[in-house]
């Protein structure tokens, strides 16, 4: 049985909102990271500029999570909308197989409901397609932030007494990024899988 | 589900639904009423999401969609009233009358379309096709805000949880002696109502109208001058025994 969309926009929600916490942390590294490049001097230019980046990059995520995260509860609503209406639509064809004398009176109220669910489940269809494109979206994102963490690591080398520090903040860098992403990825499949068996089942 | 005529005079039916042969055997078995008159009926404690489909055919046996305008629940519990957010997709016309001070609970179930009347807390009379039916006070029996139905012309009146007992499934409706039934009753209204003074306060008005049903949301009915006999035996009954437990 396909996982209900509200469970799975609440389980989306849940992974960005996570997402966003490790951005919040790639924040905090920058700060870190300008914090020893101005005490290193001008040994570690290059990784001060890195460090503009790494927080621009940081709130960028933060931006993008929220808005997905919106996007997320929204569908999980509008899924809870289809999810009784679909239910109400279950029990109708209970009562037709049962054919009560006045079945005639009711049909055109359950044609109704069958309409407005095609409808509501058209616009779900749309809300999964935007949210798998917002999180393709994200990945550039973390495609740049390990592009960062290189150059960190590069940059580190020529600092002297402050490379390991300075490592260490890249590493930092890598792993953060890393769990966003897994955090992505998990959302992303999470919305494809729901995707395809919606497919399927329509 | 069972469908019995209580009452029929013209155009003029009351109609009791029960027992749901396909009902899991885990939930309680409970009464559902149609009241009719002219081409109004009105669905009094409409049941559970469990019992949504088997009343839908049940009622649409009866009535026309169109002519259910009104729905009716005695008060907030589940058995009563889960089903509010399906017959708020059946019948999107229809107007609930209900307990007021429940109104911010009852809309929890989704209801969209249907419109919401509140009961005020000391009732109110509503005119059902060419016959009156009025909501009574039964606050305390046992939800705080509760009403029962009482239709003078008919004689029946519509009792909640008050005279509530649990029955085996083949059983008849009707209580055919008081004595015999009394143990089946005892427990429940002794947790379940919590109030005296609201208890002897119900006494005293379901007395006055004299019912010849008197018709609970479980288990059998009482007819004739078992009604009496069930309000004496009420009347003297502890009540609220949960405290000293
Ligand atoms: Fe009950």
Redesign the interface.
Known sequence: MAVPIFITAASVSAELHQAMTEARGLALTAKNARAVAVRAGSKTVGFRAITDFIEELASAIIAQSRVINHHAEKLSNQAVVAWQAENAITFFREVEREKPEHLASIQPRIRECDQNLASLDHELQIGLRDLIGQIDESNKHIRTANLIATSSHVEAATAGDFREQLEVIADNIRKTADRIASHLHRANSLLSQNHRERKIAC | MLATVLYEDGDHRWIMFTRDPGKPDAINNTNHYLVQSGTEAILLDPGSIEM??PM???????????NITRMFASRQSPDISSSL??WD????NASLFAPSLWEGFLKHF?MTNIHYKPIPDEGMTMTLGHTQLQFIPAHYLPSPANFHVWDAKAGILMSGDVGTAPEEPGSSHWVDSLDRHIPKMKKYHQRWMPSDAARQDWIRRAKAMDAKILAPQHGRLFKGPQVNEFLNWFEQLPVGVAVHS
């Open positions: 949504f489909a839908l055919s049940s009622v649409l046996k009866y009535v026309p969609a169109d957010g399906l997709q059946a019948l999107p989704g």
